[in-house]
């Protein structure tokens, strides 16, 4: 079964930590995502990533960079944590457009809490 | 810009009901894809169904089915006899086809509540 595996479900950090949240996926995709989920605010775009050391910045990047130096791990890094990043934070990867585009493999999330 | 609108926030309905869940979008693109997920309480995003633009015709899939017209830009999720396995946030998702590795504009989630 075709899997996106995200390390923690639940993590709790301190303010001003330097937080990182990994993803793997053995689909070979190449496209990666990183969303984060609020009540009433649906999913937002961090980052996404759509080959090996490329990156392109979501509709809310700021507090936030990314790492993808293998095809299969796409790592979100919060520099120094915040208690407005506590959130869902959820991987998701696809395979191209161009070809048979599926949409979205999901990961189970990250439930992040910074106290 | 891409945006999703589902209006409703919250749906309550009794087993046996049948629901509709809204879904309306706006694009400039041409060729574009829209999807529906189901996130359970467990938490993970499940996909259920994509349609590309070019493709208007609905579909069935068991108790599920999707009305897609694009003469008023909504892609709208009908499940019939609904039971309280149904219980989960519906999104509604809108994809660019060839551009930005096709990432996905979502709605802000229908929460349906299915009691017994």
């Known amino acids: 079964d075709v899997k996106v595996t995200q390390s923690s479900r639940y993590l709790v950090k301190r303010t001003g930590e330097k937080v990182f949240l990994e993803c793997v996926q053995d689909?070979?995709?190449?496209?990666m995502f990183w969303y984060r989920q609020d009540p009433g605010l649906g999913l937002r775009l961090i980052y996404f990533?759509?080959?090996?050391?490329?990156?392109e910045k979501g509709d809310i990047p700021e507090g936030y960079s990314v790492s993808r130096e293998k095809k299969e791990r796409f790592s979100l890094i919060l520099e120094s944590a915040s208690t407005n990043q506590t959130s869902m934070y959820l991987c998701?990867?696809?395979?191209?457009?161009?070809?048979?585009?599926?949409?979205?493999?999901f990961g189970s999330g990250t439930r992040l809490t910074v106290v | 810009a891409q945006k999703v609108t589902q209006a409703q926030t919250e749906i309550s309905v009794v087993e046996k009901e049948d629901v509709t869940l809204d879904c309306v979008y706006e694009?400039?693109?041409?060729?574009?894809?829209l999807f529906w997920y189901k996130q359970p309480p467990s938490g993970e995003l499940v996909f259920l169904i994509r349609?590309?633009?070019?493709?208007?015709q609905n579909e069935i899939s068991g108790r599920y089915s999707w009305n897609f017209q694009k003469s008023t830009s909504s892609f709208n999720f009908t499940i019939t006899a609904s039971q309280v396995v149904d219980s989960a946030v519906y999104f509604c998702?809108?994809?660019?086809?060839?551009?930005?590795?096709?990432?996905?504009?979502f709605g802000d989630g229908t929460t349906l509540t299915v009691k017994p």
């Open positions: 998702a809108l994809s660019e086809a060839y551009t930005n590795a096709g990432k996905s504009t």
């Open positions: 349609r590309n633009s070019f493709d208007e």
């Open positions: 998701a990867s696809s395979s191209p457009p161009q070809g048979a585009f599926y949409g979205y493999t």
């Open positions: 689909m070979d995709h190449e496209n």
């Open positions: 990533s759509y080959d090996v050391k490329m990156k």
């Open positions: 694009t400039r693109d041409t060729t574009y894809y």
